[in-house]
């Protein structure tokens, strides 16, 4: 990865200031050449509106959802965007203030109430924010903007307009679902999400959405769970981003960033706590890993896999390898949660106390884990990997426990390699070498990065003062290499004539093939979709 890069004048302040919706799609300027075959639209969430009624919105992810759309057409390029019409957000804008709680700023009481009023509002019960700010990503023919409840929001791809609500509770049992689920071959979609397990205590269902059957057929109503995994503590389940999914099993990784089921219940419901008050550390427990087979789904129960403990949000990949499960993954080493980093009034601050903060948060790498699946007692005390591409280990127990010891594929000094990709049409679930992600400096990003995770060899593509966002591969028609594609990213350059711009690379070495400008500045977009 290329060196530490210094951001003196803080230009990525812009990423995370308030802008306005457009009427209609706009033109971009388009310089270098897009490919022929390259039609279809990037389709971006992120928070767009940072304050409502004088009051800062106060983590990253509190922001009221925008979505955005790269159409690209015979060489042409529109951009439009819109908000997300939430009643997070609807309501905030008919009151001027917040109305619902968000990750981690608490609604804001109504000044036209008295104290008693407003501790019995509170004491009603706790109202879940459908602020689908994190991700947008296809059900059969459909498209829904998500977080990281029980709301999702589906969105019609051409117009943006904001269609239905659709609360998830109705059809399974989950307090929520991550915002990053995994798509078969078939269509099925599988996530995962927290729920109440057997004697009220906490546990982890995977559902799955099966395919559209009929043209006017609605998959989510067809929803169902699969599987259900144990939580390691009866009422505090651990915080879970994403999961990992291969031909024949799923991974889940129950990291020591917990969930306090009450004071989640309580504190909020009196107090008016956020989302980020309710996590806390488990210091004791490190990081276990749980297997569940596919078909027939059933939890392994008999397999046992800890480790040391690290934050985990993003998956990269997972797959199946002559009797193992070679897991790849983002982590934040120890159980200090990272979100607690991610405050707005961090991540604007100038550049120098910008690099403080990073120095206290946990620091990023990237991990190669292996999973045996055929365990034998007389092999305790020795290590049970015997892929020979791999230095990662797991030693069997006395008490059963199988611990594991990591492959380091990717670490520098406060530099992330984030948000990871792959050629997932082509890979998910098999062995690979490519991973894309976008290079966080001391947590801003400012780089793209390409990672070979067999030979740890990395491409960067990096300008002065442009902050990327998270790179989507899309496969060239008809490729037989993996990383025959491009890479698309939307890019902010401030102090620029056209500051917002969508980014192509060759996703073989990481050169521009194209860039598509637009007059209007484009703020912080988390995750999307390319839909040809």
């Given amino acids: ?42 389709l971006r969430m992120g928070p767009g509106l940072f304050e409502v009624g004088g009051q800062p919105l106060r983590h990253m992810f509190d922001g009221q959802a925008m979505i955005h759309k790269f159409d690209l057409k015979k060489g042409q390029v529109t951009y439009y965007r819109k908000f997300i019409k939430s009643d997070a957000y609807v309501r905030a804008m008919a009151e001027n203030r917040v109305v ?9 009481p109504d000044p036209c109430k008295n104290i008693f009023s407003r501790f019995f509002t509170y004491f009603k019960g706790i109202e879940v924010t459908d602020n689908c700010v994190v991700n947008v990503y296809p059900i059969g023919e459909d498209f829904y903007a998500v977080t990281e409840t029980n709301y999702i929001t589906k969105v019609d791809p051409d117009s943006l307009e904001t269609l239905k609500k659709v609360d998830l509770c109705k059809y399974i049992s989950v307090n929520g679902v991550t915002a990053h689920p995994h798509t078969d071959t078939d269509g099925t979609v599988y ?26 057929s609605d998959p989510i109503e067809k929803s169902q769970v699969v599987v259900q995994l144990p939580s390691s503590e009866r009422s505090k389940p651990s915080y879970v981003h994403s999961f990992g999914m291969t031909d024949d099993y799923f991974v889940f990784v129950e990291q020591p960033v917990k969930i306090n089921l009450l004071k989640f219940l309580a504190a909020w419901s009196i107090t008016g706590a956020t989302y ?4 806390e550390s ?38 199946e390898d002559d009797g193992f499960i070679v897991v790849d993954l983002c982590t934040w080493k120890g159980h200090d949660f990272v979100f607690n980093y991610l405050y707005m009034a961090n991540v604007k601050e100038e550049w120098e106390e910008v690099k403080k903060a990073a120095m206290r948060a946990p620091q990023p ?43 380091v594929l990717f670490s520098g000094p406060r530099q992330a390699f984030e948000f990871p990709q792959i050629n997932y049409s082509r890979c998910r679930g098999k062995k690979y070498s490519f991973a894309y992600g976008l290079g966080l400096n001391h947590f801003i990003p400012d780089r793209i990065v390409k990672l070979n995770v067999q030979t740890k060899e990395t491409w960067v ?59 209007v500045f484009i703020p912080l977009t988390l995750h999307g979709t390319y839909r040809p």
């Fill in 1 to 42: 990865m290329a060196s530490c890069v210094e951001h003196p004048a803080a230009g990525y302040k812009k990423i995370f200031e308030t802008v306005e919706e457009l009427n209609e799609p706009i033109p971009a300027k388009v310089t270098g050449v897009i490919p022929s075959w390259l039609n279809g639209s990037l």
């Fill in 100 to 108: 619902i709680t968000e990750f981690g700023t608490a609604a804001y």
């Fill in 191 to 216: 996530n995962i999400g927290n729920c109440f397990g057997k004697n009220m205590s906490l546990a982890y269902n995977i559902v799955k959405i099966p395919p559209a059957q009929e043209e006017d």
């Fill in 276 to 279: 980020m008050d309710c996590f």
């Fill in 282 to 319: 488990n210091e004791s427990m490190g990081t276990w890993f749980h297997l569940a087979t596919k078909d027939p789904a059933a939890y392994m129960s008999s397999h046992k896999f800890r480790t040391s403990a690290f934050n985990l949000f993003h998956h990269i990949n997972a797959y």
């Fill in 365 to 407: 790498e990237v991990r190669r884990y292996v999973l045996p699946l055929d365990i034998h007692r007389e092999a305790q005390g020795k290590n049970l990997v015997s892929l020979s591409y791999t230095t990662a280990t797991a030693v069997l127990h006395s008490d059963g426990t199988i611990w594991l010891e990591p492959e």
């Fill in 461 to 519: 593509w990096q300008e002065e003062e442009c902050y990327p966002s998270e790179p989507l591969f899309v496969p060239t028609p008809g490729a037989t290499e993996e990383d025959d594609g491009v890479l698309l990213s939307i890019v902010v350059k401030p102090g620029a004539e056209r500051p917002g711009s969508l980014l192509v690379l060759d996703a073989m070495n990481l050169t521009e093939l194209a860039r598509a400008e637009v007059n």
